[in-house]
């Protein structure tokens, strides 16, 4: 009988569609997404947001303008940008530049999400490959998103490359 019920959900799941232009049915996907926010909730409650970080100190963000520009703008847009048009996946990384989406969690559980990533999702993990100074001021950034004007966002980001392009020349010199 165990037997049967398994070779039913294993055909099951192989029929069921997994291309990323087609969506969830709606229970599963509101199992998913109710999922993943439950997880996120409680790993982050063990967190503390260090002393002396203030999420909300423009030139602790500023420091992430890099990794924004480089790692999240192609999924989840810029002020001003949305996000690449090849970018089809599924779920649909959310607008950070909206109020509503970031809002809905608190200054932990953005970092717990931006540390860890999200798993089945394409939503990338930079703890392996970031410092903690790093992870907080990314989190920074996301967290002034919403408020961040496309005329501070470009100006951020061109100075950010020209400095990048200037690392790159006295590289080369060496
Ligand atoms: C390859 C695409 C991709 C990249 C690159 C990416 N993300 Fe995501 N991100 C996602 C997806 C997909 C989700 C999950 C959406 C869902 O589950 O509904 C997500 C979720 C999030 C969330 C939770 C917001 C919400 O409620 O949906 C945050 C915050 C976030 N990403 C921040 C970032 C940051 C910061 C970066 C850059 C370091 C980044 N992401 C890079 C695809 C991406």
Known sequence: MALISLLVFVYTALRYDVAATSPHSQPVEWVLSEGMQHS??????ELEVPEGIDLRDASLADKAIGH???ACATCHGAPGESRAPWMVMYPEPRALTDAAVVNAWSDRELYWIIKHGI???????????HSEGDLWAVTAFVRQLPDMSPDRYRALRARYQQNAAAAGH?????
Request: overall charge positive; proline content about 4%; cysteine-free.
């Open 40 to 45: 996120v909730r409680t790993h982050a409650a």
């Open 68 to 70: 924004y520009s480089v």
């Open 119 to 129: 798993k089945d999702t394409g939503m990338i993990a930079l703890g392996p490959t």
């Open 170 to 174: 006295a590289e080369h010199r060496h």
